[in-house]
């Protein structure tokens, strides 16, 4: 099939080159010249594994191109998919107006019948509204599915050749054989283990709200119980083994930290708010979420400062890592984010070290810490050493050595990453709910 893919970003592109890589003919557009200038050269904006080998393949073998042309592609696809970002607004709400803007553009360049597959996450009735601006400008029949998107970033190519699910929101017939046969190479067109789910687009899109929102409630109710096990001497790392290992309860998204953060959860979540709040529903377990976690970012400094005496002026804090997860460049909501921030508005001086986001966080975040290449190096003559992200060279670090490198002795394990390890002696080690060590 023809499919142009709109937006490449951490999905746009991987969807695309996805699609590429199960037999399609892809374009992927982007408004950002600059970045569809680099892809054409031969360049990946994002860090995501394994997306390289798609991409080159791909592109070698004529299936992936890359346009700033929005009209040109949707004129010879049969679905264009959206996959632009839906940021937050200050109210809370998900801003469409890009998502809104293509509709404008798919509209004014269909060739013949198109299927508009809409990936990116929008609130319930969006699909409707799109479908709105295409009528009022349309010259052609087409339908517009709601496609929402579940991959992970670190593991996006992962998740989207081997998908747990597909959904697909559309009424209408033929739009549904368009998905299928889009997603065919993947599960075969009927997929006999139904990971091909349909349903109605409002259902699709609140869906992906709901997923989101759940895993986001899982990892904060677990942040809560590590902080009381914290308080009353118990240690998380074996009461959530013992509780997780009931498969009602599970181990998945059940790991205590110093909270979540991302593109996805922070902002799902509020859009989700603020659609119940337009629907006089009063979510309340989701909103106690999000405060929560807006605390638990901030554990890690506020455990620093009080070993510290109950100040970080003039101290110096190696902070490793600061991308919301291991295995990305995307240091969006990420809680180093809010850690680094509170340090540098306290005083402190910030030596900072991550695998892959360091230059996205210098230019998105702050100029105003050392950024160090080597992670040791963010060591040197720190007072004490905070850790953001469970990236695996933190996890395989050398315990030793940080301890001989640090100037002083504090460890703040805000991922839990050594809770299990030997440490060396004197190391003031500590981490999130566990316990009396
Ligand atoms: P992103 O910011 O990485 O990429 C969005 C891209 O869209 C950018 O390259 C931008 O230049 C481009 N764009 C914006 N307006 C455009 C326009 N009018 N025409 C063409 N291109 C335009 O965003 P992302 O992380 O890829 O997320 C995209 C959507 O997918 C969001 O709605 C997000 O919530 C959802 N989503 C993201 C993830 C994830 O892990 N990142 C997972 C599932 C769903």
Known sequence: MRVCVIGSGYVGLVAGAGFAEIG?????????????????????????????????????????????EVGEAVASSEVVVIAVGTPEREDGSADL????????????????????ACKSTVPVGTNEKVREVIASRAKHPFAVVSNPEFLREGEAVEDFMHPPRVVIGTNDARAEHVMRALYAPLYGYYDAQGRIICMDPRSAEMTKYVANAFLATRITFINEMANLCEAVGADITHVRLGAGTDPRIGLHFFFPGCGYGGSCFPKDVQALLRTARNHHHDLTVLAAVDRANDSQKLVPF?????????????????????????????????PAIYIVKALLEEKALVRAHDPIGMANFRRLVTEDAT????????????DALVVCTDWKAYRTADLAKIASRLKGRIVIDGRNIWAEQPRPAGLAYDGIGLGIR
Do not use: Q
């Open 24 to 68: 399609h003919t892809v374009k992927c557009v982007d408004i950002d010249e600059r970045k569809i200038d680099a892809l054409n050269r031969g360049e990946i904006p994002i860090y995501e594994p394994g997306l390289d080998a798609l991409f080159a393949r791909n592109r070698r073998e004529g299936r992936l191109t890359f346009s700033t």
């Open 97 to 116: 107006s890009a998502v809104l803007a293509v509709a404008k553009s798919v509209a004014d360049s269909m060739s013949g019948f198109t299927v508009v």
């Open 302 to 334: 506020l455990k620093v400062k009080e070993r510290l005496g109950g100040s970080v002026a003039g101290r110096t804090i190696a902070v490793w890592g600061l991308a919301f997860k291991p295995e990305t460049d995307d240091v969006r909501e990420a």
């Open 371 to 382: 950024y160090c290449d080597d992670m040791y190096e963010a060591l040197d003559g720190a």
